[in-house]
């Protein structure tokens, strides 16, 4: 008889491959033996070192930026175990590039998310595994299941050990109050809601908050899901300090830390920053004192276990 770690193998590419190391302990498995490579040229190419056969093979990318070349390293890696008969490849995107690019916003835009949707799709995949995603439709733009993970418990559940007095939650915008009101509810605090502006991407002016009095004398929590270049975050923080704030939790379950990110950061009046690894980072290349990494390895861990199980996920949303 097959034992669970004869079925079920895990792949890393080079997007994250700490991430995968740490999920695969909480498994308790090992990762797949390969090596993916790049030809004289740039090309990908991908050399598997086990049998997958009749696999349930997961397959943990991240694509981050570089966004082109892990997401294109994904598709072939995806397109190897196809060939090497894989019975399920579940692509692991615990940060899914091109989300912010789920609609027509403009006149020509494209819908890169579901092109994106459309090639993994095409390459082998049978089932994505993701969390957060930018816009929860994406989900529909798949014919496939995919299941979105929360970070959100894991802020909770960091600030309820840290018992934190006076605490109010802050959407960063409108398009976040979901978020918010989501991470208000369950340490049980008030929230405001910040009214800003996109004049162009990566471009915010903060306008207004909504709900100004419970910022007032309070330890703010501002959550949000990416933080790109800050910007959003940093003026943000400014203005809840200059409205009152004691002082301003900045947490994402998303860091790209995109140009001016870092700088923006160590200037900003903030007394926290909370992320997780679905990201690789390293604290002390950062330069960041005030950074704290939560691990989503467990998280992911336990999607994987009840997926090959074939139990239900929804507990950990």
Known sequence: MSTYSEK???VAGNSHPGLARDICNYLGTELLNTDIQRFEDGEINT???QTVRGADVFVIQPTSPPVNENLMELLVIIDALRRASARRITAVLPYYGYARQDRKAQPRDPITAKL????LTTA??????SIDLHAPQIQGFFDIPVDNLYAAPL???YFKNKNIDNLAAVAPDVGGVKRGRGLAESLDIPLAIIDKRRPRPNVSEVMNVIGESKIQGSNVILFDDIIDT???LTQAATVLKEKGAANVYACATHALFSGPAIERLKKAP???IVITNTIPHNKEE??????KILSVAPLIGEAIDRIFKDLSVSVLF
Not at 124 to 129: E, F
């Open 47 to 49: 050399n598997i070192y």
């Open 270 to 272: 903030i007394k926290e």
């Open 124 to 129: 082998g995949v049978r089932r994505v595994l």
């Open 286 to 291: 950062l330069g960041l004192d005030n950074l």
């Open 230 to 232: 800050a910007g959003t």
């Open 116 to 119: 994106v949707a459309n090639l």
């Open 155 to 157: 802020i909770v559940k």
């Open 8 to 10: 079920i193998k895990i």
